[in-house]
């Protein structure tokens, strides 16, 4: 064999091994799927792939993707977090009252929301370390009471009269691509930047996979899963910010249900409901699948009724496959 044929051939397996890797990562799976509902959805109606649908969908995207997101370090962890959707309602009310009623300016209020969904975190997650509280126990609580608060700050009723920023924030486009969705671009990149390139990141998976090893390993377990709480709630808390940028108005009855979504984004990205496994970018096309379903739906004009039963559908399915993968790693492991 010549010095050519020599350097091609080990040029070769290096060029083709993150291609393969690619096509054998748990992602391939979810992004094939949204690859083949976008083209069937664009075929079956036009309007689909449209600009102002791409945009909406966008909008959506960065609702739904960044709660994910936040759901998702919680999950990494071992935990569950169920608060998120009535955190998103307080939170966007929350900002309202502050910005129209207490008159704090709009940066100030919003940055205040941010605050008091890290402080919901918080507590979160000192329950959890601290107290021994199961977090669906802990989070099932603040599921209720955080939608309470909601309706008793507004006492049942829209505040409405936010400002301007607010608005800029729904409305502003970059190059024709929505602000909200260009905050949860930036959200994932970050995120992929902590979990898979830095030492505390890295430190949640282990978290994960077997707390008392990682304990024993040195890592301050408590800390790290109080942090992904933290994070949790400061995502909800965002998202409350945008649906109010969105509707112009805080509302007390939004994100019913928004929890499911956000697990169900996450679980279908990969990320296991065991702890230790998944990838950011297995979250990102979860909920670029979800948001298609929802939006090919609408377009079909599916019903509604019709729509919460695919979400089920397509839960229980995740939930199926996050099973049969963790037992086919026990196997493998034997």
Not at 142 to 165: E, Y
Not at 205 to 211: E, L
Not at 244 to 254: D, E, F, I, W
Request: hydrophobic share 55%; charged share 10%; aromatic share 8%.
């Amino acid at each position: 064999m010549t010095s050519v044929q020599t350097k091609a051939a080990v040029r070769e397996p290096t060029l083709e091994r993150p291609f393969r890797s690619f096509l054998h990562s748990k992602e391939i799976g979810v992004i094939g799927a949204v690859v083949a509902l976008f083209a069937v959805f664009a075929v079956s109606n036009g309007n689909f792939a449209s600009v102002s649908n791409l945009q909406t969908m966008g909008v959506d995207l960065a609702q739904y993707g960044l709660l994910a997101l936040g759901v998702s370090f919680v999950i990494i962890t071992g935990g569950i977090d169920l608060s998120v959707g009535s955190v998103v309602a307080l939170s966007g009310v929350w900002s309202a009252w502050l910005n129209v009623n207490a008159g704090l300016p709009d940066v100030v209020a919003i940055v205040v929301t941010l605050v008091t969904g890290a402080a919901i975190g918080l507590v979160h997650g000192l329950s959890v370390t601290l107290l021994g509280v199961p977090p669906f126990v802990t989070t099932l609580v603040t599921l209720v009471a955080a939608r309470g608060a909601a309706l008793a700050i507004t006492q049942g009723f829209p505040i409405d009269g936010v400002g301007d920023t607010f608005t800029s924030i729904a409305q502003y486009r970059i190059a024709s691509i929505p602000v909200p969705t260009l905050v949860f671009l930036v959200a994932c990149v970050a995120a992929w930047f902590f979990l898979e390139r830095t030492y505390q990141g890295r430190q949640l998976y282990a978290v994960g996979g077997n707390a008392e090893a990682a304990r024993l390993a040195g890592i301050r377990t408590q800390r790290r899963v109080v942090l992904a709480y933290v994070i949790s709630g400061v995502c909800a808390a965002a998202v409350g910010v945008l649906v109010t940028a969105r509707l112009t108005v805080g509302q007390p009855s939004v994100a019913t249900g928004w929890e499911l979504n956000a697990i169900a984004a996450a679980v279908i990205g990969g990320i296991s409901l065991s702890g230790g496994t998944g990838r950011v970018l297995g979250v990102a096309f979860g909920a670029v699948l979800l948001v298609c379903i929802n939006s090919g739906l609408v377009i079909l004009h599916v019903s509604p009724y019709y729509q919460q039963i695919v979400l089920g559908a397509v839960l229980a399915v995740a939930v199926v496959t996050d099973r049969l993968r963790a037992r086919r790693s026990e196997r493998s492991q034997r």
